[in-house]
């Protein structure tokens, strides 16, 4: 069965293990640029949420890459990029709602979350448990749909409070 990624924005404490988990599993450095994974934060509300990419059921990205090289796996329902095809032109990074595809200059790629095909070493560490890999259900789904729409909220909260993202 299908499994998702739950994430539990208010179970977040802003360690950032899962940042460097991240960096580390898929660059061997520990480096949050390298990271498919960031914390976003607003101090003056007390507040960390975790960015990444949740798999959209019709992802923006794999509409607008124009070398095809973003596409949605029908079984898994991972969303992977293919690093071979992909030119670095960012139109993914720009359409995606939630901020979770970033760019390496360095190697002049796009980053985004792959569930590290399945077994996410990102949730493997969250202590408070924020992120969680579940069975795709009837159950979990509304679940999620409901932590992305508070989680849609609070980022245009923190947004207008800092001039846009």
């Known amino acids: 069965m299908r499994k ?3 994430v539990d924005f208010q179970r977040c404490t802003g360690c ?3 940042v460097v988990t991240c960096s580390f599993k898929k660059e061997k450095r520990f480096s949050p640029t390298k990271s ?7 101090e ?12 959209c059921d019709n992802p923006p990205c794999e509409a607008v890459c124009p070398t095809n090289a973003i596409t949605k796996d029908l079984e898994t329902g991972i969303v992977k990029i293919d ?5 670095g032109c960012r139109e993914c990074m ?13 190697a002049r790629r796009v980053l985004k979350c792959d569930l590290c095909d399945g077994e996410p070493a ?14 795709a259900s009837k159950a979990s ?13 609070i980022l245009k909260s923190i947004s207008t409070k800092i001039g846009g993202l």
């Open 83 to 87: 690093y071979s095809k992909c030119i």
């Open 94 to 106: 720009w359409i995606c709602p939630f901020g979770a595809i970033s760019y390496d200059a360095d």
């Open 36 to 42: 498919r994974i960031f914390i976003m934060e607003d």
């Open 122 to 135: 990102c949730v493997e560490v969250c202590v408070p448990q924020a992120l969680r890999i579940e069975l």
């Open 4 to 6: 998702i990624l739950v």
């Open 141 to 153: 789904i509304p679940r999620k749909r409901k932590l992305f729409n508070e989680k849609s909220k």
């Open 16 to 18: 950032k293990a899962c």
């Open 44 to 55: 003056s509300e007390w507040l960390a949420m975790p960015i990444l990419c949740l798999q």
